[in-house]
């Protein structure tokens, strides 16, 4: 009887042309992180079309790899086409169903099949110089939001953003068109977390929900399940949190594991924080130690710089605000609460002056909760201060409703004191 045939994929002869080299050597010949090599080799993630020619190069594979990962990468978009799994055929049919009935009035795009991370092609010079440019523009806005809040930049990346819009009506390859639908759903998913923070949940939706008919257009599923959990967000600080919960599902059920690590990892920190609003404990724990499983990978030089803000710090920011949701039911939350919290303070990135509001203020919940009234009121009247001086009316009603706990718990301390 003959031997059975062991199938030829990227992994598999990128294993074997790497012999005895080590991840390690590999990484530095191919100029890319080590995890990135080990994911691909465990099939968590396909290449890129950049990845695969340094590989490529790198092992002297003669083009050998390229040519797999171009096969794998189309494979991977028939199936998308001819057989979409329910997330990926409804995405836009499931958001509207758990977001126009309550806030949209009806705008959005068609539905599109997501084949992979997208963006990869090559521009002419002049179309590349100008989207560096544009790039470098967005990337100061953001700059400016994390010093200064949304008011100091909301009109001037609003405009920059129908100025993207603008250039994609214009494009005149596909290329082109792609990589631009990719920057769109950048600089569209921005100005919603800025319309947010000042504010309009409505109209933030809107603009989240724009994003992601761009992102799909681009072929980039990292970006557009970063935007439904963007989205879920919302959701749950007005308090939806079955609706949140269920968008954080479809995204995590989309991103599967092709999109990238970094915003599986805030994923799923998301969804522990939604779970734990449901009072869904243990999920919640399962949810937060994947998170922090793919933080590991998520420093891999192809980090998108929507999700660049990922670190330790923020996590731990999540750990907290989960905690802060089950404290009440369980008592060992409180003290990891704290921990996180702590840590969270401790290391907190001094050029994110708005997001620090969240991390005092999910220090008040957490350490009210712990019975140290007075170390919260100092950590609810920090977050005020931040909120006020960066205009963040989101941050803002949070840590307003955090003083008014803060107050009512020690007020009924001092009544059973007399």
Partial sequence: MPEPTTQVTFATELRRLRGELSLRALARRACCSKSVIGDIETGRRLPTPRIADALDKAVGADGKLVELAEA???QAERASTTAPDQAVDGLLLDWDSVFRRDFLKGTGVAAAALTGLGAEQTLDADSHDLLIAHKDLRAAHGRLDNLRGAQAVYSQAREHHQQILAWLTTATSDTERHRIAA????TGGFVGFLTYDLGQAELAITHYRDAAGHAQTAGDISSCCNLLGQSSRILADLGHYDKALTLAHHALHLAGTRAHPAVRSWLHAVRAHHHACLTHSRAAHTDLTTAWKLLDHADDGEKPPYIGYLNAAELNKWTGHTAVRLASSKASAIRTGRTALDDARATWPTSIVRGSAEVLTASAHIYAADGEREVAADFVSRA?????????????????????LVMSASSLNRRSMS
């Avoid at 920057?183 to 950048?186: E, G, I, L, T, V």
């Avoid at 963040?392 to 955090?402: K, P, Q």
Wanted: no cysteine.
């Fill in 72 to 74: 794998e990468r189309q």
């Fill in 183 to 186: 920057f769109a759903a950048d």
């Fill in 384 to 404: 005020i201060a931040v909120a006020t001086t960066t205009g963040s009316a989101r941050n803002l009603r949070a840590a307003l409703t955090a003083q008014t």
